[in-house]
């Protein structure tokens, strides 16, 4: 299945979810998902879910809910708004891209310093590789000095929970509050958690790790380079990748 498959396949997928929420009353997994969210399915009035648009939100599908609790004095109805992200996966070992950004669009949320900023566009490609590297268009992490290599280490490890949450919760109106994975590729299997649990499970031994072929391993996040497939302004960013059925 190649990005754009798997794009459109999780374009029509937020559209699915947002569907069977709107028809919670005859959808029984919409009434689960509501369950898991902690909601008494009898105190709800009305649901209403629509996919949120706009790029670089965590969330794909917003949800108003409104419950009617009843008390002795007086009747009180609330309205909660849940911010839902979608993962559509083909299969089992799968990784799908979390996020993909140029090392600008991190400088200031992660303070990164001038230092690591270079070599973090070495590695990503945004700086021209130095001479004796294995690649022409970036360097890997195996390739820098060993000072830089425990100075780039030091900063991950130190950011590693931030970092991680940035790039699955996200910041803002549209964080995501909760990870809803679906695998359809053996019938249809979903599993709804809080985002905060998520992001433990991504985060697995909280180690900074290099691998043998130069890349970067957060937890069970892997930091790679992202090479260009739609342009130069796609080309060298830094993508996350990770796997969500370890989510199960």
Known sequence: ???????????????????????????????????????????????????????????????????????????????????IQVKLVSNDVGFNQ????????????????????NLLKLYDGELPPRNGSRDSKRMFVDEFTQNEQEKLKSFLQKNMIMIISDVIRGRGRFAA??????????????????VNEAISIYAGDCQVKFTKSGNIHLGNITLQRKGGDNGADSANML???ANPMILF
Do not use: C, P
Request: aromatic residues 8%; glycine residues 6%; negative net charge.
């Open 239 to 241: 993508q996350f990748k």
């Open 177 to 194: 509050e909760w990870t809803l994975v679906i695998n359809k590729s053996d019938g249809y299997k979903w599993k709804l958690i809080a």
């Open 1 to 83: 299945m190649t990005g754009s498959e798997i794009a459109k396949g999780g374009n029509n997928n937020e559209l699915e979810v947002a569907d069977k929420f709107n028809n919670w009353k005859k959808d029984s997994d919409a009434q689960k998902w509501l369950e898991v969210m902690m909601y008494n399915l009898d105190e709800i009035t009305s649901v209403h879910a629509e996919k949120i648009g706009g790029k670089g939100y965590k969330s794909d599908i917003n949800v108003t809910i409104n419950v009617m609790i009843k008390k002795k004095s007086k009747d009180t109805e609330l309205t909660s708004l849940e911010n």
């Open 98 to 117: 979390v996020e993909k950004k140029k090392v600008d669009g991190y400088l200031e949320n992660w303070h990164i310093d001038s230092e690591i900023e």
